[in-house]
């Protein structure tokens, strides 16, 4: 094979390569549930090989970092509360025993913002779960939930979820059958997640996670031994 030819074949493989590139950053982000969650055992994103990955239990405070939230308040342990079931260290139907996060009867959306400088780039993957609602229009202790994500620009996806019915119409005394996890994976970086509820502002949260997860190695192995098949030629004329 002439030097030429290796050039050329080396600059197709390079033009194949980068050509994947924008398909693999603009991919389609996939919305993941509503799916039952009595502890961080049961979230699609348990196994994943982050690059960081925190987890928001709301046990001690809201203290995670690189997110802010729009409104709301954590809320500790009481009869009125309903966090993950798992969180007061027992899976028994009951969330009155953990810490949540509430719309304080003020909020029907609550909308997390991630910090990219704070973080090290964009979260990859970000979820949270549904625990409850109180008061709401025209039947209490149900109604529609809508999770929606803002990709790393800012702006709104097109994919949601919902308006999905959640809710077993039972009362505010911290049931866990009902709770719901809803999530998203979008691998060019997602910069918030908006979770609403089309009937009521008084409702709670648990177990909000995010995480990213670096883009293939594969990918950036390929890039890199292209570029020396490029290089190689050059030198060899020069
Ligand atoms: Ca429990
Ligand atoms: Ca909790
Ligand atoms: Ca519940």
Do not use: K
């Not at 009595?38 to 982050?50: A, H, Q």
């Not at 969330?95 to 909020?107: H, K, V, W």
């Not at 549904?130 to 097109?158: K, Q, R, S």
């Amino acid at each position: 094979m002439t030097t030429n030819l290796i050039r050329r074949s080396a600059l197709l493989l390079c033009a194949m390569a980068l050509a994947s590139l924008p398909h693999t950053a603009t991919a389609q982000a996939a919305f993941l549930g509503p799916s039952p969650y009595l502890s961080f055992n049961d979230s699609p994103f348990n196994g994943t090989d982050f690059q960081y990955f925190f987890l928001e239990d709301f046990e001690d405070g809201f203290n995670t970092p690189g997110v802010s939230v729009s409104g709301g308040t954590q809320i500790d342990p009481s009869d009125q509360t309903d966090s993950v079931d798992g969180d007061d260290l027992s899976i028994d139907g009951s969330g009155t025993g953990g810490a949540s996060f509430f719309t304080l009867q003020t909020e029907d959306s609550l909308t997390f913002t991630f910090d990219a400088n704070a973080l090290g780039g964009f979260p990859t993957h970000a979820g949270i779960v549904w625990t409850d609602v109180g008061f709401a229009n025209p039947n209490d202790f149900e109604g529609g939930v809508i999770f929606e994500a803002f990709d790393a620009l800012g702006e709104l996806m097109i994919d949601s979820i919902g308006p999905v019915t959640v809710g077993d119409g039972v009362g505010v005394t911290g049931e866990t059958d009902e709770d719901r996890f809803f999530g998203v994976v979008n691998v060019g970086g997602i910069s918030a997640i908006r979770i609403s509820m089309d009937n009521s502002v008084d409702w709670e949260v648990d177990h909000l996670q995010y995480g990213r997860v670096p883009e293939p190695a594969s990918v950036a192995v390929l890039v890199l031994g292209v570029a020396v098949l490029v290089q190689r030629p050059t030198r060899r004329c020069s």
